[in-house]
């Protein structure tokens, strides 16, 4: 069940109206329910007997400390891909050995940052890769334990930007060149090969083009075992669908389900990276309606706030938090930016007037981490909601905040 309801005609977070959250914090804003993180996270571990697997959340969906706390709390573990993710999942206090280094872009001071906090493994995704590591794993006097992403050569995922597993993207190694880098890294001293992973996109409705990767996984690591190599864990990525207006989508338990099928004669471990399914329908923005001008509903959070429906043409619903109040009518709810790609929703038919605080739903996965300062626009805050408590765990930026890295050249050079 959500835990983002109406009750008497007023939108809740678990027990607290969302309109006191609005008046205490003001808008644009993000809530998020602790209860549906720690129920999509349970939905995906719960299917997992003991040490059978492991969740590795993707971090780059929703990135907040307290979040990234709070599910490392309940045994979670990480996909990172950049040194800003590496720190914040450390400061959250994540357990280094279940954090997963993915990316095509390493740099030398990532590659050394992730050493010196010994994590599980960095997913190589290139041979160039592999071999900077191995020179860096010498230069550091250490054996540093690597998986090979593989590029499983699969057209899925919700939209052409967030495709990732097909030959011409430009994500890990082509199914042909695995057995060679596998080769490459049983004879290096520097480096020792304990997995393979892939990813195929994002927003994945059909079950079979993840049972698919688990066939391709399978058929590697019993290639690879041939030449003499024992592997720890198979990682299938992430990418599982949700509903954002969709009316039926895909179970994380019926996911798990299949790819343990088809990998039941397997011995690695399984790992997941699920994002959105996990911190998707976990938040909300909140928005306010500022002015009426004809057809267009003009609110105060715009394509900085949340770029997706603007980047990828995502439909998100949008409700008013007190219903029953406002008369309905077609908007195009547009927002602040100078862009005419700013719009929220089109022909939207929706209860609002001026000085209404909406709901914009499902904004938990790729909302406020993909935020930005466009037109100077100060970003917006985040709220934790737990029962009947809430809490800020990212305040708004400040003006101040908005310049703090510039510098004001006041004299002459
Ligand atoms: N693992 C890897 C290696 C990934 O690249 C991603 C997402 C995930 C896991 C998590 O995927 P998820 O379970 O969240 O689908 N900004 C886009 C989504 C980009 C996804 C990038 N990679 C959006 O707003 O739809």
Same mark, same amino acid.
């Given at each position: 069940?959500?835990?983002?309801?109406?009750?008497?005609?007023?939108?809740?977070?678990?027990?607290?109206?969302?309109?006191?959250?609005?008046?205490?914090?003001?808008?644009?804003?993000?809530?998020?329910?602790?209860?549906?993180?720690?129920?999509?996270?349970?939905?995906?571990?719960?299917?997992?007997?003991?040490?059978?697997?492991?969740?590795?959340?993707?971090?780059?969906? =929703?990135?907040?400390?307290?979040?990234?706390?709070?599910?490392?709390?309940?045994?979670?573990?990480?996909? @990172?891909?950049?040194?800003?993710?590496?720190?914040?999942?450390?400061?959250? %206090?994540?357990?280094? +050995?279940?954090?997963?280094?993915?990316?095509?872009?390493?740099?030398?001071?990532?590659?050394? &940052?992730?050493?010196?906090?010994?994590?599980?493994?960095?997913?190589?995704?290139?041979? #160039?890769?592999?071999?900077?590591?191995?020179?860096?794993?010498?230069?550091?006097?250490?054996?540093?334990?690597?998986?090979?992403?593989?590029?499983?050569?699969?057209?899925?995922?919700?939209?052409?930007?967030?495709?990732?597993?097909?030959? +011409?993207?430009?994500?890990?190694?082509? =199914?042909?060149?695995?057995?060679?880098?596998?080769?490459?890294?049983?004879?290096?001293?520097? =480096?020792?090969?304990?997995?393979?992973?892939?990813?195929? %996109?994002? &927003?994945?409705? $059909?079950?079979? $083009?993840?049972?698919?990767?688990?066939?391709?996984?399978?058929?590697?690591?019993?290639?690879?075992?041939?030449?003499? @190599?024992?592997?720890?864990?198979?990682?299938?990525?992430?990418?599982?669908?949700?509903?954002?207006?969709?009316?039926?989508?895909?179970?994380?338990?019926?996911?798990?389900? $299949?790819?343990? +099928?088809?990998?039941?004669?397997?011995?690695?471990?399984?790992?997941?990276?699920?994002?959105?399914?996990?911190?998707?329908?976990?938040?909300?923005?909140?928005?306010? *309606?500022?002015?009426?001008?004809?057809?267009?509903? @003009?609110?105060?959070?715009?394509?900085?706030?949340?770029?997706?429906?603007?980047?990828?043409?995502?439909?998100?619903?949008?409700?008013?938090?007190?219903?029953?109040?406002?008369?309905?009518?077609?908007?195009?709810?547009?927002?602040?930016?100078?862009?005419?790609?700013?719009?929220?929703?089109?022909?939207?038919? =929706?209860?609002? #007037?001026?000085?209404? *605080?909406?709901?914009?739903?499902?904004?938990?996965?790729?909302?406020?981490?993909?935020?930005?300062?466009?037109?100077?626009?100060?970003?917006?805050?985040?709220?934790?909601?737990?029962?009947?408590?809430?809490?800020?765990?990212?305040?708004?930026?400040?003006?101040?905040?908005?310049?703090?890295?510039?510098?004001?050249?006041?004299?002459?050079?």
């Amino acid at each position: 069940m959500s835990n983002f309801f109406y009750k008497d005609g007023v939108l809740f977070c678990e027990d607290v109206p969302v309109s006191d959250i609005a008046l205490k914090y003001g808008t644009p804003s993000y809530v998020y329910s602790k209860k549906t993180l720690e129920d999509n996270f349970d939905a995906y571990s719960n299917s997992f007997i003991e040490n059978e697997g492991m969740v590795c959340f993707s971090v780059k969906s =929703l990135s907040n400390i307290s979040i990234l706390r709070l599910l490392s709390e309940k045994g979670s573990g990480f996909d @990172i891909v950049s040194g800003g993710e590496l720190e914040r999942v450390i400061v959250a %206090g994540a357990d280094p +050995k279940k954090i997963i280094f993915t990316g095509i872009a390493k740099t030398n001071a990532e590659i050394i &940052q992730g050493i010196k906090k010994d994590i599980l493994s960095f997913n190589i995704e290139s041979e #160039s890769e592999m071999l900077r590591i191995e020179r860096i794993a010498k230069k550091e006097k250490t054996i540093v334990d690597v998986t090979i992403r593989f590029n499983p050569e699969i057209d899925s995922g919700g939209h052409e930007y967030i495709k990732t597993g097909r030959k +011409k993207d430009k994500f890990g190694i082509l =199914l042909d060149g695995v057995l060679k880098l596998s080769k490459y890294i049983s004879s290096s001293d520097s =480096l020792n090969l304990i997995g393979l992973s892939c990813h195929i %996109g994002s &927003q994945i409705f $059909d079950l079979n $083009d993840f049972k698919e990767s688990a066939k391709y996984i399978k058929k590697l690591a019993r290639e690879i075992n041939n030449t003499g @190599i024992e592997l720890k864990f198979l990682d299938i990525g992430g990418g599982l669908g949700i509903s954002y207006t969709e009316s039926d989508f895909p179970f994380p338990g019926d996911l798990v389900k $299949d790819i343990k +099928k088809e990998l039941n004669d397997r011995n690695e471990k399984i790992i997941l990276e699920p994002g959105r399914s996990i911190s998707g329908n976990a938040g909300i923005m909140l928005t306010s *309606v500022e002015y009426i001008k004809g057809k267009y509903l @003009i609110v105060d959070a715009g394509m900085n706030d949340l770029i997706r429906p603007a980047l990828y043409g995502a439909k998100h619903d949008v409700i008013n938090v007190k219903k029953g109040k406002s008369k309905a009518n077609n908007w195009t709810i547009v927002g602040p930016i100078c862009e005419s790609s700013d719009v929220l929703a089109k022909d939207y038919l =929706l209860e609002a #007037s001026e000085g209404d *605080v909406l709901a914009v739903k499902t904004a938990g996965a790729y909302g406020h981490v993909m935020s930005s300062n466009y037109n100077s626009r100060r970003k917006p805050p985040e709220i934790l909601v737990d029962g009947n408590k809430f809490k800020v765990i990212r305040k708004r930026e400040s003006y101040d905040d908005l310049i703090k890295n510039e510098v004001n050249i006041e004299s002459e050079f």
